[in-house]
T-cell receptor, first 114, second 117 residues
Framework: AQSVTQLGSHVSVSEGALVLLRCNYS??????LFWYVQYPNQGLQLLLK??????LVKGINGFEAEFKKSETSFHLTKPSAHMSDAAEYFC????????????FGSGTRLLVRP | DAGVTQSPTHLIKTRGQHVTLRCSPI?????VSWYQQVLGQGPQFIFQ???????GRGNFPDRFSARQFPNYSSELNVNALLLGDSALYLC????????????????FGPGTRLTVL
């Protein structure tokens, strides 16, 4: 079955440190991949998406992610964490044959220490 | 431009009752999707509608139904509420200019928090 896994329900970093949030998918067909952020009591905001163009995708707020087919991964990174980055992050996938639905991972809560 | 709007913001119901949640997509967007987000989990796909037709349904019981109106707004209905239906219900819209595609960006509303007692 097609699925997406986010390793680590909580990640804690110091302000200014590297942020790395992990996402792996399982599928025999390369998917389209998305990262969303959710701030408390808000909906989801798209950070970036991969749709089979460049494997390194740059998004908003300094985030980027790299699609690695051999590792079936799409990890999210940011060189320097800011306090405002504290939120819940969701990796999501869709496939050409689904044409509509996103399948989400269980989320990773990012905590940023001053 | 206004984003996706949902109403009500919060709702408290008791078991067995019925609930209707409403969503207005971004102006010009023709596709609306509904997701259920249980506390501590990622959103789960419930429905997608495009041009008033159901284009996709997730693994939810028949107690869940939806429809899309000519102005592209949408309603999600849940009958015979169970405690397990307590969740944040998210609506997302996407352009779907020709038809929904996997690469369409879905823009999410703030959600409706449903509590079933």
């Amino acid at each position: 079955a097609q699925s997406v896994t986010q390793l680590g329900s909580h990640v804690s970093v110091s302000e200014g440190a590297l942020v790395l949030l992990r996402c792996n998918y399982s599928s025999s067909v390369p998917p389209y991949l998305f990262w969303y952020v959710q701030y408390p009591n808000q909906g989801l905001q798209l950070l970036l998406k991969y749709t089979s163009a460049a494997t390194l995708v740059k998004g908003i707020n300094g985030f980027e992610a790299e699609f690695k087919k051999s590792e079936t991964s799409f990890h999210l990174t940011k060189p320097s964490a800011h306090m405002s980055d504290a939120a819940e992050y969701f990796c999501a996938v869709s496939w050409m044959d689904s044409s509509y639905k996103l399948i989400f991972g269980s989320g990773t809560r990012l905590l940023v220490r001053p | 431009d206004a984003g996706v709007t949902q109403s009500p913001t919060h709702l408290i119901k008791t078991r067995g009752q019925h609930v209707t949640l409403r969503c207005s997509p971004i102006s010009g967007h023709k596709s609306v999707s509904w997701y259920q987000q249980v506390l501590g989990q990622g959103p789960q796909f419930i429905f997608q509608y495009y041009e008033k037709e159901e284009r996709g349904r997730g693994n939810f019981p028949d107690r869940f139904s939806a429809r899309q109106f000519p102005n592209y707004s949408s309603e999600l209905n849940v009958n015979a509420l169970l405690l397990g239906d307590s969740a944040l219900y998210l609506c997302a819209s996407s352009p779907g200019l020709a038809k929904p595609t996997s690469t369409d960006t879905q823009y999410f509303g703030p959600g409706t928090r449903l509590t079933v007692l």
